[in-house]
């Protein structure tokens, strides 16, 4: 297949203003004025690029052949108008493929913008259509507020993209320089400003309100696991409603590298600054909420996945989550570790249901942390000795830092607000006591059934396991993939995560392939997604990313292209080519944000912290 770019491409899924309902909220998104008429649309309203540009070019051509058959009419005396005749369709299609694309960073800045509103926009389609047609009248009233502020975003980010896609037609053609910028069309959508705002203020009592549903009914928790099973909620839900907070986040990214770029005198240089001003007060709204709202989800997302009730608790914050190798008479066992701010729990995967089975725990409040050769540290606290070896150096750093000091804050706090460590129910005795007396084996068990002198399972326990066991699991996030690679990840990695999302077409190729697959390429939440195109409803697969290295490919790969990146992990090796120097140093910025958690870029900075 061709390995050429072509501008945005493809079609573009555009509903035409006048379609758009205004649905029944405060908001009023009525904005500027209607400049697609002269855009190529087919009968069922999608908006063509490569037809538009042809169109123009076909007006453009036919402009000049007539023209040029009345100035051979005026010589030849013939009154017959017979017009010059026209280029072929396939000819002025190689034309526009052959044509000079724009190479400045502004344009490429303005491109990302693009893409990743695409993203955004079926973000917001999977909540406000998908999730909310599968559930009944009831759940839509109670959650009332959610979808009334979904239906302005929604209605807002129609146009919003539609205007940004004409723009980019007119940037990458004969547009003329004005249409250069992108400040101005972004300025025109400010007036969504206060959807945002109170998505803002309202945002955590609606994941409180979704939590509180899914705990307390059956039939609303049954709806909700088998709408994340589907291929089109590729994102577990409480992620993507923080995806409209990530937006403005990735807006002012934008823009301060416009402002950056740009001279004073650049003709979108005022626009950018204008807009970049008004959104500062709405994005320190959200750093100031966001460690909260994430740290919420992420506890609601644990608390499905192990066994630990009662996890999510209003002044417990998750730290850091990891894989570690606990010592043991019978070796080295592969454990989770969960570090919260008040509480250290341990645990394994259970082969059965493939959830996690808490083993061991050992309060924050009383934990105390010991240097060993190697990669090897102990951890003291309560009743409880633990001896674990990490993966790397770095990683054990990591480890004693965050460890010291969580130990340290819960000391350091008055004591009225000090943590309560909640009564562990499925944790009856520690995983020591089971090595003592022989019950801890190889394949996890989990301590419900120890309990019983380690006898069989009861029907109803065999009955519970079937049922547990026919819901398949979340391979994708954070938690299964640190198990499975080994890897360790923390909230402030999450809050990075949510800051550096990319979407854009890139060609793949294998480590032992020869030729370059073409994909639309999704980065988020430390995996990438593929698809054949940005109009598809689910992705084709799915790369989780937490231990891979990302890089520029080495003598050895004998990669003999330009804009080439390479991501490996062990015996794990792919290639994905970028179409520009910008877009390429862009995707390694964002990789590496994200992937680099097992460097430990900030290794020193949390070892000053002990």
Same mark, same amino acid.
């Given at each position: 297949?061709t ?9 573009m =899924?555009?509903?035409? %203003?006048?379609?758009?309902?205004t649905?029944?909220t405060?908001y009023?998104?009525?904005?500027g ?18 037809q538009?540009?042809?169109q123009h070019?076909k007006r *453009? ?6 023209a040029?058959?009345a100035h ?8 017959s108008? %017979? ?6 369709? +396939?000819d002025?299609e190689?034309?526009?493929k ?14 990302? $913008?693009l ?11 999977v909540?406000?259509?998908?999730f909310?047609?599968? $559930?009944?009248?009831?759940d ?7 979808f ?6 929604? *209605? ?6 539609r ?9 990458e053609?004969r ?13 025109? +959508? ?8 109170e998505? &803002? ?7 409180h @309100? $979704?939590?509180?549903m899914y705990e =307390?009914?059956?039939?609303f928790?049954q709806?909700?696991?088998e709408?994340?099973q589907q291929? &089109?909620?590729?994102l577990?839900?409480?992620e ?7 937006r403005?986040?990735?807006?002012q ?7 950056d770029?740009?001279a004073?005198e ?7 600054q ?5 959104m ?5 709204q959200?750093?100031?909420h966001?460690p909260?709202s994430?740290?919420f989800v992420e506890?609601c997302e644990l *608390? ?10 209003p002044?417990r914050?998750?730290?850091? *989550? ?8 019978r ?13 250290l729990?341990?645990g ?7 959830s996690f089975r ?5 309060p924050v ?9 190697h /990669? ?7 009743? @409880?000795?633990?001896?674990v070896?990490a993966?790397?150096?770095a ?14 804050d819960?000391k ?8 309560q460590?909640t009564?562990?129910k499925n @944790?009856s ?7 003592m007396?022989?019950?801890?084996n190889?394949?996890?068990?989990s ?12 029907p109803?326990?065999?009955? $519970?396991q079937q ?11 954070a ?7 080994g ?7 999450h809050?990075?995560?949510a800051e550096?999302q ?10 032992n392939?020869s030729g370059?697959q073409?994909?639309? &390429?999704?980065?988020t939440?430390?995996c990438?997604?593929?698809?054949? =195109?940005?109009?598809?409803e ?10 891979y290295?990302?890089g520029?490919p @080495?003598?050895?790969d ?22 520009s120097?910008h877009?390429y /140093? ?7 944000s994200?992937?680099?958690?097992q ?5 020193? =900075?949390?070892a000053?912290?002990?």
């Amino acid at each position: 297949m061709t390995d050429v770019y072509h501008g945005i491409n493809g079609n573009m =899924s555009l509903d035409r %203003r006048g379609e758009i309902t205004t649905p029944p909220t405060r908001y009023d998104l009525t904005l500027g004025s209607d400049k697609s008429s002269s855009l190529s649309r087919s009968e069922a309203g999608t908006y063509d690029v490569i037809q538009a540009e042809i169109q123009h070019a076909k007006r *453009q051509e036919l402009a000049t052949g007539v023209a040029t058959a009345a100035h051979q009419n005026g010589h030849n005396g013939n009154g017959s108008a %017979r017009a010059h005749p026209m280029t072929t369709q +396939h000819d002025i299609e190689a034309e526009v493929k052959k044509r000079k694309w724009p190479t400045e960073p502004s344009y490429f800045l303005a491109k990302e $913008l693009l893409m990743t509103e695409r993203t955004y926009k079926k973000d917001l389609d999977v909540l406000n259509s998908a999730f909310r047609q599968l $559930l009944s009248l009831e759940d839509v009233d109670q959650l009332q507020p959610l979808f009334e502020l979904l239906d302005s975003l929604a *209605q807002h980010h129609n146009l919003f993209l539609r205007d940004i896609e004409h723009r980019l037609v007119l940037w990458e053609g004969r547009g003329g320089h004005d249409s250069h910028r992108i400040g101005d069309v972004m300025m025109k +959508h400010m007036a969504a400003l206060p959807i945002y705002d109170e998505y &803002v203020q309202t945002h955590l009592d609606i994941l409180h @309100c $979704l939590n509180d549903m899914y705990e =307390s009914d059956e039939r609303f928790r049954q709806l909700y696991k088998e709408f994340e099973q589907q291929k &089109v909620c590729y994102l577990p839900v409480g992620e993507l409603l923080l995806k409209p907070l990530n937006r403005l986040l990735h807006y002012q990214l934008l823009l301060e590298r416009f402002c950056d770029y740009y001279a004073e005198e650049h003709i979108d240089y005022a626009d950018c600054q204008a807009v970049h001003h008004l959104m500062l007060r709405s994005t320190k709204q959200i750093r100031a909420h966001l460690p909260d709202s994430a740290n919420f989800v992420e506890l609601c997302e644990l *608390q499905r996945d192990i066994s630990f009730e009662q996890l999510v608790q209003p002044h417990r914050r998750l730290i850091r *989550q990891g894989c570690l190798l606990k010592h043991s008479k019978r070796g080295l066992q592969q454990r989770m570790f969960f570090l919260f701010s008040d509480l250290l729990l341990y645990g394994s995967k259970s082969p059965l249901d493939q959830s996690f089975r808490i083993l061991g725990h050992v309060p924050v409040r009383s934990l105390l942390t010991e240097n060993a050769e190697h /990669n090897t540290f102990s951890i003291f606290g309560g009743q @409880c000795a633990i001896t674990v070896s990490a993966g790397t150096t770095a990683e054990k750093t990591l480890w004693l830092a965050e460890l010291s000091k969580a130990a340290a804050d819960i000391k350091n706090r008055p004591p009225n607000t000090q943590l309560q460590l909640t009564t562990l129910k499925n @944790c009856s005795s520690s995983e020591e006591g089971l090595d003592m007396f022989g019950l801890s084996n190889g394949n996890n068990s989990s301590l419900n059934s120890s309990t019983s002198g380690g006898g069989p399972l009861t029907p109803q326990q065999l009955q $519970l396991q079937q049922q547990q066991k026919a819901q398949p699991s979340r391979s994708n996030t954070a938690l299964h993939v640190c198990w499975h690679r080994g890897a360790t990840v923390g909230l402030g990695d999450h809050l990075i995560a949510a800051e550096h999302q990319l979407s854009g077409y890139l060609l793949r190729k294998f480590k032992n392939s020869s030729g370059w697959q073409k994909l639309w &390429v999704v980065f988020t939440s430390f995996c990438l997604y593929f698809y054949k =195109s940005y109009q598809d409803e689910f992705a084709l697969a799915s790369l989780p990313l937490l231990g891979y290295t990302v890089g520029p490919p @080495c003598h050895q790969d004998a990669v003999q292209k330009e804009f080439v990146f390479k991501l490996s992990f062990k015996n794990h090796v792919y290639f994905f080519r970028a179409e520009s120097a910008h877009t390429y /140093n862009r995707w390694l910025e964002v990789l590496r944000s994200t992937t680099q958690t097992q460097d430990f870029k900030n290794v020193h =900075s949390h070892a000053t912290l002990v």
